[in-house]
């Protein structure tokens, strides 16, 4: 049986208030992409927390991956699925892609599982804004790309990131955990009890 564990939106806040320096003095963003739909809260959160005093609020920017199937066995609990989903994307057409390009980009999601979903997205978003810096004709201005997830799970990793991200330390686990289910409270459909449970059985 999947062990479940349960988070608070304070132990998730906490998460990111504690990773914030780090991405702040590191990763340096000048624009956040959300994959949703667990990156759109931990990414809304950090950019509180990211707010230099003068400064504008970093921009967020969504995308939709899923990569998760519900198996329909034992109520709402779903496995990796094997194949990644795109159900929301930046406009190529529009100046979305633009602005990405010369810029450091944060990626944000709540969970880093198989690394399936994040190999993908940092793929194919290298790819498309190479592809816009290439149309705009700036010989220079690469993007350079970051990851921040909530949890990662410690266990053998289907995706792959690029070796120069890891080898430069742009990604950031706020937290390592086991091979365990977590529920985040945006998954809940009551919130009361998800909170008590969250006090009870809650990683931090």
Known sequence: MVQK??????QVHKLCQAS??????????????AIGGGGYVPARILRSFLK????????IQAIGLSLYENLG?????EEPGTKVHRTQWLDLSSLEMSNLVGKNILIVDEVDDTRTTLEYAVRELEKDVEEARTKLGREAGKATFSIFVLHNKDKPKKGHLPED???ENRYLAAKTVSDVWIC?????????EHD?????????
Do not use: C, H
């Not at 914030?20 to 992409?33: K, S």
């Not at 230099?52 to 921009?59: E, L, V, Y």
């Not at 985040?184 to 009361?192: L, R």
């Open 73 to 77: 066995k034992d109520g709402p609990v």
């Open 165 to 167: 991200m890891m080898q």
């Open 52 to 59: 230099r005093q003068g400064s504008a609020n970093i921009p």
């Open 20 to 33: 914030a320096d780090r991405i702040l003095n590191d990763f340096q963003p000048n624009l956040m992409v």
């Open 196 to 204: 008590q449970l969250a006090i009870t059985q809650g990683i931090d």
């Open 5 to 10: 564990v349960y988070l608070s939106y304070n």
């Open 184 to 192: 985040y409270p945006w998954e809940a459909t009551d919130i009361d």
